[in-house]
């Protein structure tokens, strides 16, 4: 049959979520601390409490070493002193010898509640430090408990973590009860305990949220590799394909767009843009600008804000590649890293004769069909053919068949490269195939 102090201890334990060992640990170092107390024993003084679980009652014992001569009684005893407690004592042996206080239990009992509390508060703070500090940077499911103007109180389990107004989305509106996921962003330590910090406004999200819906990035086969983020709006999101035959938008985006639509979702309606990304800047640029088409992208190459890519649009298409309020183009520019200066033909009359030039080109050659830019360009391989401003190029090498390649058109020559090696030449207009012995790199 169970005591109570035995029943208390368990009922504790079952409360609060701890190990009843330790509550019991709680227990006897806060006995300890008021016996101390109590006797003015020193804190060098090894002292071992004892409990009963059977009758609920405490025991206190020192430890002493077995010496010849006792310098110091509260730590050492005589030999002659320890035989008469254990007949087998010899010098250097360590003995337990009872310093009960009389009615130590009730005196005990009013001094260690406050204690044991304590003791208990700090294992759970740091049980939920260790439970949460591998975990930064994961998507956690959480319930919002309270909101204010500048915070919001987000239940993550057997914690609490804090969404600053800089982690928060300005257009979500966060009410108790409603379940969100978030990201842990910052897990620290203070004297209240930990601090665990949230978040639903930064890029990362989108990536962890990415990762959980689509498996070919989780293994590996879709890398991200940019993401540009105004939060509750609009994100521009780069992905690039680490093993063939992977289309990387078409895996991002899902049959019917089922996967970027569950992301969506969770992001309560913010719009997300999945671009191919390129290790070409130009054709890199032109991507982010979707879905805008530039005809023309030319680089300025030099170190931070000196980059300056000068893109040349349509005037029917200024809008869509400015976006409402610039928003198109400021993503563009954080997602490539470059300065981007947006221009119509019309803009370059009289500011740059050879650029005006080379844009006016560049429309005429695509007004009859769709508006291309410059630089390489990705294709899929089908039946050894690929399709080049909607017309059919090749044959290609039969190894070639399902991959994907990239190609470029240069005064009317289409340039078909795999995996950066040119594989062949073509006649744009002819669709006869030219010598590779006869390009000059």
């Not at 334990?13 to 330790?22: D, L, Q, S, Y």
């Not at 005990?108 to 975990?135: G, H, P, T, W």
């Not at 590799?225 to 521009?236: C, L, N, T």
């Not at 360009?377 to 190894?399: F, Y």
Request: charged fraction near 30%; include cysteine; charge should be negative.
């Amino acid at each position: 049959m169970r005591s109570d102090f035995d029943t208390a201890i368990l009922q504790i334990a079952g409360e609060r979520g701890i190990p009843r060992e330790a509550v019991l640990n709680s227990v006897q170092h806060a006995l300890g601390a008021a016996y101390r107390k109590m006797t003015n024993t020193r804190e060098e003084v090894d002292v071992d409490v004892e409990m009963n679980f059977a009758s609920g009652s405490f025991r206190v014992f020192h430890k002493l070493n077995v010496v010849e001569t006792v310098e110091d009684p509260d730590t050492e005893i005589s030999l002659a002193e320890a035989l008469a407690h254990s007949t087998s004592a010899q010098i250097g042996d360590v003995i337990r010898i009872e310093r009960t206080p009389e009615n130590f239990g009730r005196i005990a009992a009013q001094n260690v509640k406050q204690m044991v509390l304590q003791q208990i508060r700090d294992y759970e703070r740091q049980s939920i430090y260790d439970q949460f500090r591998d975990r930064e940077g994961e998507v956690i499911n959480g319930i919002v408990q309270r909101a204010d103007s500048r915070t919001v109180i987000v239940e993550l389990g057997p914690a609490e973590a804090v969404m600053p107004v800089r982690e928060q989305v300005p257009n979500e509106r966060y009410r108790p009860g409603q379940r969100v996921k978030v990201l842990l962003k910052e897990v620290s330590r203070d004297q209240r305990g930990p601090q665990l910090v949230v978040s639903r406004a930064t890029p990362d999200l989108i990536k962890r949220l990415f990762e959980m819906e689509v498996p070919e990035i989780s293994s590996g086969a879709v890398e991200i590799m940019a993401i540009a983020r105004e939060p509750g709006v609009r994100s521009k999101v780069a992905v690039a394909a680490r093993q063939e035959k992977v289309d990387p938008v078409g895996s991002c985006v899902g049959m019917r767009g089922v996967r970027i639509q569950n992301i969506v979702n969770e992001l309560y309606g913010e719009k997300i843009d999945v671009i191919e990304w390129s290790a070409d800047s130009a054709t890199f640029i032109a991507n982010a600008l979707s879905p805008a088409k530039p005809t023309s992208v030319q680089l300025s190459e030099g170190d931070g804000e000196n980059r300056i890519a000068t893109v040349i649009v349509p005037s029917d298409q200024m809008s869509l590649a400015i976006g409402k309020e610039g928003q198109n183009a400021r993503l563009a520019a954080k997602l490539t890293s470059w300065r981007i200066d947006i221009k119509d033909p019309e803009s370059l009359r009289g500011q740059d004769i050879d650029l005006f030039r080379r844009a006016s080109e560049s429309i005429a050659e695509a007004a009859s069909e769709e508006l291309m830019w410059q630089g390489r360009q990705p294709g899929l391989v089908r039946g050894g053919m690929i399709s080049v401003r909607g017309k059919s190029i090749g044959p290609l090498d039969a190894d070639l068949d399902g991959r994907q390649i990239d190609y470029e058109v240069n005064d009317g020559v289409v340039e078909v490269y795999y995996i950066r090696e040119l594989r062949h030449r073509f006649d744009y207009a002819t669709g006869e195939a030219l010598s590779l012995d006869d390009y000059e790199s």
